[in-house]
């Protein structure tokens, strides 16, 4: 299993970022897909979770109605589509999926800041 993220970068607040997972190594299609985040200092936070066909969606609090996860299963990907964000969103975010056991992509850094 191998997950990939981009898609991170430096952003005002306000502005938007997308991001990216590659997945490879298992059959995609058939697994709910997350993507977390560690901010600084704090304990990791489930983001947002995409149903294996895209069908269901959920989010944390913290972001609903500013994010949005969906998934190509034909490119093997999941993104996150990241608007108005804040200071406080500034974390590393990570691309998760469980197969028995929890696996994790290497992280891409989001920064919010002015």
């Known amino acids: 299993v191998q997950l990939v993220e981009s898609g991170g970068g430096l952003v005002q607040p306000g502005g938007s970022l997308r991001l990216s997972c590659a997945a490879s190594?298992?059959?995609?299609?058939?697994?709910?897909m997350n993507w977390y985040r560690r901010a600084p200092g704090k304990e990791r936070e489930l983001v947002a979770t995409?149903?294996?066909?895209?069908?269901?969606?959920n989010y944390a609090d913290s972001v609903k109605g500013r994010f949005t996860i969906s998934r190509d299963n034909g490119e093997e990907t999941v993104y996150l589509q990241m608007n108005n964000l804040k200071p406080e969103d500034t974390a590393v975010y990570y691309c998760?999926?469980?197969?028995?056991?929890?696996?994790w992509g290497q992280g891409t850094q989001v920064t919010v800041s002015s």
């Open positions: 998760n999926v469980y197969i028995r056991n929890a696996y």
């Open positions: 190594g298992f059959t995609f299609s058939s697994y709910v």
């Open positions: 995409i149903t294996s066909a895209g069908s269901s969606t």
